[in-house]
């Protein structure tokens, strides 16, 4: 008799351990009949992330091969890919989620999506379907306009599940990119055959160390792009004595104006020392900002006029330059006092140039500094930084605020390495608040704040293209 209930008892216990083992499995998912068998599938809590395959974040044509994987938790029901709002391709699966369907390439009529597994409206072409086991996979071409497309990609599973994903890509044509640089680290009057050297006015007048230097760096740079964003990078080199007065005149009269094409780019980049003049005055009594030339003579004030060149001269030749054949232009002023060249330098950063053609970006109101641990000028080293996508270690950030958010150079590095390239207006977000860390991390209490003015919206332009890591 006790044999009989031990038996018994070891029997419901192995039941009972049994059904607490299996049933929060099988409570954990979806039974489905399906004719004459019983089919499991697990409930799926949302769709995996929908991925592109090899996607470009820039494109110089006007179109782009989008190729599309989903993880496939539940049978896809339906895909929707829109480009810029407008639906370009639709899936569609019409066999109730028992298996995939081929595509096709019918045009997308309003009244019959039911009837299209795959459907192109207006525009693309469908290049083929990938097969790869439990992943929803297509790959198509979409056609672009120029500059930012938004491609949104939503998907919905036969398990009610809905995701969706916001992918930019940006139309580019490839267009040629003038790069004027005038660097000046030897000054004239340092020389000791000068008649001028030994004046009280030529000793505030040092050479400097890394002028020249930082303007090779930022031409190798903007050269990496040839065949990647520009078709060419014409080269305009102006260093110590050649970065006089007549060949600056020269250049805005004659060269620029005859090599220019419609949609080229233009970078005007000076480095050096800069003067203001007590004379030279604007509408709103400013002083116009002199960029120091490599014979700048100090002895008096028609001399230093004559022997360098107005920010404001520069500023509105290269605008009438984008107006006449519909460019977009940066102007970088990396010298003391150059603020005075950027109108309504003391408005924040969301400060548009007046056309919205032409970016411009100048290191400071004051000082602007130099250091041998940079081996650059402070705004050359933070511009250095940006193309690189990687921000110096030995200067680390701090939060700091822009735009009325708590932003800090990490997140605002982390957004251009996401993007894949880097904007003109990303390049002076970005270089304006990293200067002025760089300099604290180094001289302690001393500052240096660039001003800055941005292109439109409309206008901003890729000036490089991020290698991913």
């Not at 050297?197 to 160390?209: E, G, Q, T, V």
């Not at 054949?325 to 005075?340: H, R, V, Y």
Request: contains cysteine; glycine residues 4%; hydrophobic residues 40%.
């Amino acid at each position: 008799m006790n044999n009989i209930i031990n038996f018994y008892v070891k029997t419901c216990f192995l039941g009972l351990l049994m059904w607490l083992t299996y049933t929060p499995n099988m409570l954990a998912q979806k039974i489905e009949y399906q004719s004459d068998f019983l089919l499991i599938k697990p409930i799926s809590k949302e769709i995996p992330p929908i991925n592109w395959v090899n996607k470009q974040p820039i494109v110089s044509q006007a179109s782009t091969m989008v190729q599309l994987e989903i993880g496939e938790t539940c049978t896809m029901q339906t895909v929707t890919l829109s480009v810029n709002g407008a639906v370009a391709y639709e899936y569609l699966n019409k066999n109730n989620g028992k298996t995939d369907v081929g595509f096709n390439t019918t045009p997308l009529n309003n009244n019959e999506h039911a009837n299209e597994d795959l459907a192109a409206k207006s525009s693309g072409t469908v290049i083929g379907f990938t097969n790869k086991p439990n992943t929803w996979s297509w790959r198509g071409v979409v056609p672009l306009e120029a500059g930012n497309n938004v491609i949104e990609v939503a998907a919905l599973n036969q398990c009610d599940i809905a995701n969706s994903q916001i992918f930019n890509v940006r139309y580019e044509p490839k267009t040629t990119m003038h790069l004027v640089l005038v660097a000046v680290s030897d000054y004239a009057i340092n020389n000791s055959s000068n008649p001028n050297a030994n004046s009280a006015s030529a000793a505030s007048i040092k050479d400097l160390s890394f002028p020249v230097s930082d303007a090779q760096l930022l031409q190798q740079i903007i050269t990496q792009q040839t065949n990647g964003l520009f078709d060419n990078v014409e080269p305009y080199i102006f260093f110590n004595e050649a970065a006089n007065k007549n060949n600056l005149e020269y250049l805005f009269d004659y060269q620029l104006p005859k090599a220019l094409s419609p949609n080229d780019r233009i970078v005007f980049y000076f480095t050096g020392h800069g003067d203001l003049l007590m004379y030279e005055k604007d509408a709103l009594d400013r002083r116009y900002f002199r960029l120091m030339l490599h014979d700048y003579d100090p002895s008096s004030e028609l001399s230093k006029s004559s022997t360098s060149i107005s920010g404001q001269y520069i500023e509105q030749k290269i605008e009438n330059l984008t107006e006449a054949d519909d460019c977009q232009a940066l102007l970088i002023f990396d010298a003391c006092n150059s603020a005075a060249a950027v109108e309504d330098s003391e408005i924040d950063a969301i400060n548009i140039s007046p056309n919205g053609r032409v970016a411009k970006i100048a290191a400071s109101a004051s000082k602007a500094y130099e250091h041998s641990s940079w081996q650059h000028s402070a705004l050359t080293k933070a511009l250095s930084e940006a193309f690189a996508g990687e921000i110096d270690a030995t200067f680390a950030p701090n939060d700091v605020p822009l735009n009325n958010k708590l932003q800090s150079t990490k997140a605002m590095m982390q957004q251009i390495q996401a993007q894949g390239y880097l904007s003109v207006n990303m390049l002076l977000d970005y270089t304006k608040i990293r200067t002025n860390e760089i300099v604290k991390r180094t001289n302690n209490r001393e500052e240096q704040k660039p001003y800055i003015q941005k292109l439109s919206r409309e206008d901003d332009f890729p000036i490089f293209q991020i290698s991913s890591k």
